[in-house]
Each structure stands twice: as structure tokens, then as C-alpha cells.
């Protein structure tokens, strides 16, 4: 089945991902010639550290040094003139830094470093981190790397699986405008930066959203399926087993809604597109939903929530410090008579999940969807680029970027992108600053990849400008990798915007 060029609205939105639970071992840099950041936390006071990096992957049982100690050592002990050795502090901290040769060799080398405290309580060893993973390179540049992906992939999620380890989900090869679901997955490890195959899903999923769950598995819900058609299907990744299984489906076919996981577990579903007409634009933004679904770990199943005050798709759903969601913007249509008339919305509202409710509150100063939204370190949410003016033209690519302080429940002003553009890859870095990597100029219909690349600091409240990258690209997955740095996987790449396999790596 064709694409019209309003499917990819939905295609383009960025998913909700999930964070892997806190490791007490942090690593920072990587960089050649710079220093790299040893960092425990979380221990007993005063108590030993040991440091122990590899360049490879083991399965050393702790039994060998304590037959009451079931856990496993995950690096090898190969290079024993990297090991660490020293005592936390007062307060359970222990910190080192070491210099990085600048010597051209150790280029695209992967450390691997697992800290354990000790003694414990019971057994010999007390805290026994996960695995934390540095890369060392050229800092401050993208570098190309030389692996592959099996196949070319955008529009994935990324599933942290620990020790610096991603499952890469579905998504679609193909061009921008003509993506080609696929059900496989494939393990990225951050290490070596290779590629491995991963466990099918139950169907393909060119667009789904991705969310965490508290008991660890995680939750993929709508999407189209190899037809481009939305699904109303779900299922689970259970970590424990390694799979996908089949979940419960929701009542409307979904594509391009978006995902949160709540503060008590369940996952609320929102907007979104209920079906693809081709060649029927009208028809397309027509079938845009306005209702809600819950899912509720409780019952594992999904069940009605209040309708959104309007129809929604390629918007945000924020999570807020105080449970409440945040929803903003996206495409929207007014009926005048019977006609459904399209159009950008800057209208936002709240979900309430103690009340149930969807409550309206001020809206954006400009009309928006396929924007970058990232919650700030005080709570506050930054909304930066997508795209709006007249959807009649197929849109514009914007450079505005505004704040919002649930505080207030307003909306300010903030500095704008160097350069517009919508569908930007972003995360939040551990200082805090939001990243916007890539994404697209022209109009949704023409997307013309971009490389600009810029971070954005609360403190100043100003962008600065990243390095660009080699090419432009759009609808990448974006990894923010343990030591600090960024992986981007896939993506559309040239004038047509074509699936790639390839990926690129920055060290700050």
C-alpha cells in the first residue's frame, strides 16, 4: 500500500523511551587526550573499591571468591594495569581520573569496567555495579564506524538492555515517504558497536510507541503493520525471557499517539491516526483520535481514559514532577459544516491521573507538531523546532523553541535553533543540557535531511552548536551512552531521505 504524505506524521513522532535503572559506577569522556571520569557512589563509607576494565565480555562467576556469592563478574581480567584499587570517602563516593593517551591507535577502542565494593553484609563483596561502558576517539566530532546494521532502519525505539547494551525494535526501511515495516530487532552493544540479531515481535511495527514498565518488561502498543495499516495490537519484551509475547490490543487502532508511562505504573496512550487513506489527505486527518487508553498493570489490560479536548497527532506527552501529563500541540482538524478541516494546534492540556481528567491550560505562541520536547532538570518542558504555519502548504520547518513551567501553567519565550528544522533526534544529557541531533528542513512532504546539531542549557537558557554531522539525517535512534556519549543509528539520509544501516558516534 503507498504512503500518503500524512502517514508520516505519525512515523515521524519521537517515542517515549525508557531509562535504565541507576548504575552506582559512572564513566565520563573517552575522548583522546582528554581525561576519563571513574565514579562510585552509593557505597558504605569508607569501604573498598575495585575497579576492574577489560576489553571484552566474561562470565566469571563471584563464587570462586565466595561460595555464598551467586553474582556474575561481566569483564574479563585481561588487562590488569587498568585495574583500580582505593576507598570511598565519608560518604560513600569514590572518584579517579586518568589521562587518555592521544595516540591514534586506541581509536575506536571499547572499555568495559565493572566496580564492586566491599566488604558486604553476608557475602565478601558488598555493591557489584553493572557493566559501564567507555568508547575511546576524537572528541568534540561525529565519527563513522565501519559496522552495519543487517538491515537499513528508522523510526525505531531503542530498549536499554544494560551493560551498555540496546535492543534496536522494528521500525521501517525504505525512503522517508515509503517506509517497509520490519518485525526483527538487533542488539547494538555500545562496546564494539556491533550488530546482533534480536528476537522477532509479533508483527511489524514501522511505528509504534515504546514504554517502561515497573516490572521491569516493556510495552509496544499501535503502529502500522507491513501494509502501513494502524494496528489496535500490543505486546511485551520480557527481559526475563528475551521475547516478545503477545498483549492485550486497545480499542482504536493507533499511529502516531503518544505514549507515558504514569508514576503508578499504568501507560497512557493518547491521539494519534486511526487509518491511512491513500491518496485522501482529507480522509487521512480525518480518522485523527481524540480519545485516551490506559493501560494498567494490574489487569494487564486497556480501558477507556477522558477524551483529549481536541484531536491530536504528531504531539508530546510529558511527564511532569508532580505525576500530572503534559500534552502539546500537533495536528489537529475543525469540522465547518461537514468538511474536516486540517491544522496545526498550539492548544495544550493536562492529564490528571489521581482525577482522571483532561484539563485545558494556556497554549504555545506558536502552532506546532513533530517538535522536540524534553523535560529540563527543575521540571520545566522545552519545546524546540517541528513544524507548522499552513498545512495547506505542507507545512514549514520552525526555529522557534518556548518553556513551559507547570508552576504557572504558562508558556514563555526561549532562544531559538540556529537552524529550522522538525523531527530532531534528542535526549537529555547527564548535565542536564537537551540535545537536538539532525532532523528535517523543507516541508513534510519533502523533508530535506539536516546535519546541525545543538544543545540547550537551562542555566544560560541559549543553544550552542554541536558538531555537524557528516551527512543529514532524520528519524535516527538516538543513544545517549553511558560515558557521555551519542550513537546515532539509521535514519533517512540524501535527497530522498533513504533508510541507512550505517551509524555515527560523538564524544562531547
Not at 569508607?46 to 571468591?65: E, N, W
Not at 540479531?197 to 511489524?204: F, R, S, V
Not at 481536541?310 to 508530546?316: F, W
Not at 507545512?395 to 518553556?403: F, R, V, Y
Request: hydrophobic share 40%.
Amino acid at each position: 500500500m503507498k504512503i500518503s504524505f500524512l502517514s508520516i506524521l505519525s512515523v515521524l513522532v519521537t517515542p517515549v523511551l525508557a531509562t535504565a535503572a541507576q548504575n552506582p559506577l559512572h564513566t565520563e569522556g573517552g575522548g583522546l587526550g582528554q581525561n576519563m571520569l571513574f565514579e562510585v557512589q552509593g557505597a558504605r563509607p569508607s569501604s573498598g573499591v575495585l575497579l576492574l576494565t577489560s576489553s571484552q565480555r566474561a562470565s566469571i562467576p563471584l563464587k570462586i571468591v565466595d561460595p555464598k556469592d551467586s553474582r556474575i563478574l561481566r569483564v574479563g581480567l585481561e588487562l590488569p594495569a587498568l585495574n583500580l584499587l582505593g576507598f570511598a570517602d565519608a560518604s560513600g563516593n569514590f572518584k579517579v581520573t586518568l589521562p587518555i593517551p592521544n595516540q591514534i591507535s586506541l581509536k575506536g577502542l571499547g572499555l568495559l569496567t565493572q566496580g564492586l565494593t566491599f566488604p558486604g553484609s553476608g557475602t565478601f563483596f558488598d555493591l557489584v555495579s553493572d557493566v559501564a561502558v567507555t568508547v575511546v576517539d576524537t572528541p568534540k566530532v561525529w565519527n563513522a564506524r565501519p559496522t552495519f546494521s543487517a538491515v537499513a532502519r528508522a523510526f525505531t525505539t531503542n530498549l536499554p538492555l544494560g551493560d551498555g547494551k540496546h535492543l534496536i525494535v522494528a521500525g521501517g526501511s525504505g525512503s522517508l515517504l515509503g517506509q517497509v515495516g520490519h518485525k526483527t530487532s538487533e542488539i547494538f552493544d555500545e562496546a564494539f558497536g556491533t550488530f546482533a540479531k534480536g528476537p522477532d515481535l509479533t508483527i511489524e511495527r514501522a511505528v509504534h510507541t515504546q514504554s517502561a514498565l515497573q516490572d521491569g518488561r516493556f510495552l509496544m502498543a499501535g503502529g502500522v503493520d507491513v501494509k502501513n495499516d494502524p494496528q489496535n495490537t500490543s505486546e511485551y519484551y520480557d527481559p526475563k525471557t528475551q521475547s516478545f509475547v503477545k498483549g492485550p490490543t486497545m480499542a482504536s487502532a493507533r499511529m502516531g499517539h503518544a505514549a507515558t508511562t504514569l508514576n503508578d505504573g499504568r501507560v497512557l496512550v493518547t491521539g494519534g491516526l486511526s487509518k491511512i487513506i491513500t491518496n485522501d489527505v482529507l480522509g487521512t486527518v480525518g480518522s485523527t483520535l481524540s480519545s485516551t487508553e490506559i493501560w494498567d498493570p494490574k489487569t494487564g489490560l486497556w480501558t477507556k481514559g477522558p477524551n483529549l479536548s481536541r484531536p491530536r497527532v504528531g504531539h508530546s506527552s510529558t511527564l511532569l514532577p508532580d505525576g500530572r501529563v503534559l500534552i502539546a500541540g500537533g495536528l489537529t482538524y475543525t469540522t465547518i459544516i461537514i468538511i474536516k478541516v486540517p491544522a496545526f494546534t498550539n492548544t495544550c492540556e493536562i492529564y490528571d491521573p489521581v482525577k482522571n481528567t483532561m484539563t485545558s491550560v494556556s497554549g504555545m505562541a506558536t502552532a506546532r507538531c513533530l517538535f522536540a520536547a524534553e523535560a529540563l532538570v527543575d521540571g520545566r518542558v522545552l519545546v524546540a523546532g517541528g513544524v507548522g504555519g499552513s498545512i495547506t502548504s505542507n507545512g514549514t520547518p520552525l526555529a522557534q523553541s518556548e518553556i513551559f513551567d507547570p508552576k504557572t501553567g504558562n508558556w514563555t519565550a526561549s532562544a531559538a535553533l540556529s537552524a529550522a528544522r522538525g523531527l530532531a533526534a534528542t535526549t537529555r544529557l547527564r548535565d542536564g543540557r537537551i540535545v537536538l541531533v539532525g532532523g528535517a528542513a523543507g516541508t513534510i512532504d519533502k523533508p530535506v535531511p539536516s546535519a546541525v546539531c545543538e544543545a540547550f542549557d537551562s542555566t544560560t537558557g541559549k543553544w550552542a552548536q554541536l558538531a555537524s554531522l557528516p551527512t543529514g539525517r532524520v528519524a535516527g535512534t538516538l543513544i545517549h551512552q553511558q560515558a557521555g556519549g551519542l550513537a546515532l543509528i539509521g535514519g533517512g539520509s540524501g535527497s530522498s531521505a533513504q533508510s541507512v544501516r550505517s551509524w555515527i558516534f560523538l564524544i562531547p
